[in-house]
């Protein structure tokens, strides 16, 4: 009987086989067709979404630095995505330790396991030891770096709600990278495009509406407290970290994060009519 093993082996040396005599038999044409157009092959691969959809945001990054996006090309409505795909800002330096007050990694009690004759300990088993084993299974973790969504900015005038928006045409540039979403906002056409530089953690987006003359909608970014969870952000913890606007021009501002032992920055570049503010400890 022949075995799993030897019958994949035989396939696949009978494809090669195959393919070394289709090349044999057929001319070469490589050149005569000339050189593929990659951007159109992209392009023609493009995702594009004409609804919300709680499990397909679309992300922008390099690598190193990830920004996912809703309908609206930033993270306006993270509620509605929140128990699928989490909206985030992630890069690959961004993490968060919380602090183990009163416990001691060194106090640890592994499961003893035998192999091969001997005793050896495993990290298996929280019986007794609960908060240690989960504290140190679950730090460091990721960070969520900071949302970024559209708000309304009149006083009393709530928060952006999917009901608000309309006429929704989103696509991804894969060859550019560049993010394009246009919808209506209470009717009125916005567009914006969204990317990531090519090696920087580094968002930029442009805003294209009449909201935006008129004053109506802004910007509004919010930092959350670390968390192990899928979405890597606690917003229920105001008091155990700190936002603070450390350099502050006409055109830029600097924001300084702490959270615990943890810091980092946020620099901010705007134009049009923009102006930075904060009603909250923690957005902007």
Partial sequence: MISRRKFLGVVVGSGALYGASRVDALPFSGAARGDIDRAALVDRHNPALRALDPLSPLTVGNGEFAFTADITGLQTLPAEYENKMPLCTMSQWGWHTRPAPGLDPAKLRPSQYDSHGRSVGYHTDSTGQTELFNWLRQNPHRL????????????????????????????????SGILTSRFRLEGVPVTVRTAVHPTLDQLAVSIESRLVEQRRIGVRFAFPYGSPEMNAADWTQPARHETKISISRERSAQLRRVLDSDEYFVAVEWSGPFTLASTEPHAF
């Fill in 144 to 175: 969520h770096l900071g949302q970024i969504g559209l708000c309304y900015v009149a006083a009393g005038a709530g928060e952006i709600k999917l009901a608000d928006i309309s006429e929704i045409e989103q696509r991804l540039d894969l060859w």
